[in-house]
Structures are given as C-alpha cells and as structure tokens.
C-alpha cells in the first residue's frame, strides 16, 4: 500500500508520537476475521485456503495480549480496489467494532487503507497526563461531532488495542482519514468509559466476575476451527452414506431378521 498525495492530513492538533513512546504497531488485515465463522463465506475461505481466517484471528489475538505495545488492527471492506474515491458522493465509513456493516460487501480503496494507517502511526494515541484536544486540518466549515473531538478524559498510559473495519459508503460516513480517525478515537474512549461502568457494576453482584470473565472469553473466541471440523465430518458422512447407506441399511435388516446379534453376542 502507497499512501495518496493529500496522506499529510493529520489531525490539526494531534501528537506526533516521540522516540520514548511505546511503539506502535499497525496491521492491515481483512474483514472476513470479523464475520461469523459458521458463515458460509468463512466456512468456504477456510475450508479451501487453509484455515487462513482462523491463523489471522490467532495473530490478531496475539498482539491484543501483548502489554509492551500499542496495536491498530485495520480491516478493510472484502473488495479493496485501486479507483480513487470520489469524495463528493462517497464518504469513508470506520467501525470501531471491527466488522464492516451488511449488506454492503465492503468497497475501499486502497490509497484510503494508506492514508488512514499514516494517520494512525503519525498521531499519538496513548498520553500521560495531557489532555487529547484536537480536530482536523480540513474543517473549515464542519460543526458536526465527526470533524471535531474535545475530550476532557485522559486516554490511559496503558497499552491500547484498537480493532476498526472501513469501507466506503454513499453516507453517514466522512470526508478523509483523518476526520475517520478523530472519530474513532472520541468513540473508543466512549466505548471504554462505558464499558468499565458496566463492568464495574456488574462485579458487585454474586458470582458476576465469574460471568465478568465468561463475556471477555466470548468475547475473544472465534470457532474456526470448529466450523471447519463440522463442515469437513459432514460433508464426509454425506458423501459415506450416499454411497454406502442402502448397503448399511440392507445388512442391518437381515442381521435383525435372522438374529445374528443374539447369535454372536450372547447375553
């Protein structure tokens, strides 16, 4: 991926990362690692290419674990194309839940993918004690929530772990990366402060963070392997009983009418 010429458009008053913050890694992924693995999309991706979608769950799991960095995970729409958006009448959706909406497949481009990973890599995400105040460059005349983000919270020093789908949309979506990206961020830090509420709350009652830990496991588990095992043991009994059930039917009907069990095993 080659980010565009207008890739420079950063968040107006952003933080340029330093050489003492922790680093951050951002992978461009797919979204199809988002979708429900018993789909028959999925189902047929990883019967035929090897699993692929469950090893990309796998590595993706494996840098939400890690406490040493910060991780971006982007999963563009299942059609990445190298048309330029035109952004008169299309806009550039994010989901921070990491699955791009139905029934849309999920049209992107490719210099939108480059842009908002420069935008993500070249803007600080996690501050100390510093008050995240910025918007973008190119909202001259933009006064909804979208192009501006003030926020009076403090993003943690703790690691952060962000899972976001994009796509291109006709609405309810934005002018460029950057403007994607301020809103992102004011909807995560939304997300997180509910989300630490309900946890908190929930905690209190008898045997909640038993369920507490049941949610997050639910949370991180995607059967793939499951719904290939199904998949594979089905397809292989159907094709079995196609070719061998009248012959295991025949057999058993004589077995009964001359007694053969009783006769060989004996009570």
């Known amino acids: 991926l080659v ?50 979608t469950r090893f990309e769950f796998l590595g993706e799991q494996l840098l939400s674990k890690s406490r040493l960095i910060d991780t971006i995970i982007l999963r563009p729409g299942e059609e990445v194309t190298d048309i330029e958006r035109d952004s008169n009448s299309t806009s550039l959706q994010l989901c921070i839940d990491g699955d791009v ?10 210099d939108d993918i480059a842009d ?12 100390d004690d510093d008050e995240l105040s910025f918007s973008t460059a190119n909202t001259n005349n933009a006064t909804d929530d979208s192009t501006q983000f003030k926020s009076t919270d403090n993003i943690s020093n703790r690691p952060h772990h962000y899972t976001w789908s994009l796509r ?24 997180s402060r509910i989300r630490k509420m309900k946890e908190k709350r929930l905690t209190q009652y008898h045997l909640g963070a038993q369920l507490l830990s049941i949610r997050r496991w639910m949370r991180r588990t995607r059967p793939h392997a499951l719904s290939v095992a199904l998949t594979v043991y089905v397809a292989l009994g159907a094709t079995a009983w196609y070719f061998f059930g009248s012959t295991i039917l025949d057999l058993a009907l004589r077995a009964r009418r001359h007694n053969l069990l009783q006769r060989f095993l004996p009570l």
């Open 3 to 52: 980010a565009g010429e207008d890739a420079g458009d950063l968040p107006k008053y952003g933080i340029t990362p330093s050489s003492t913050d922790r680093i951050k890694f951002i992978r461009i992924s797919h979204s199809m690692v988002g979708r429900n693995p018993f789909r028959l999309g999925s189902i047929l991706t990883n019967v035929l290419r090897s699993q692929v």
């Open 116 to 127: 908002l990973a420069v935008v993500a890599a070249l803007t600080k995400t996690s501050l």
């Open 168 to 191: 291109w949309t006709g609405g309810n979506g934005s002018e460029s990366s950057a403007l994607c990206f301020v809103k992102a961020i004011k909807n995560e830090m939304k997300l």
């Open 101 to 110: 909406p139905s029934p849309n497949l999920g049209l992107v481009g490719r």
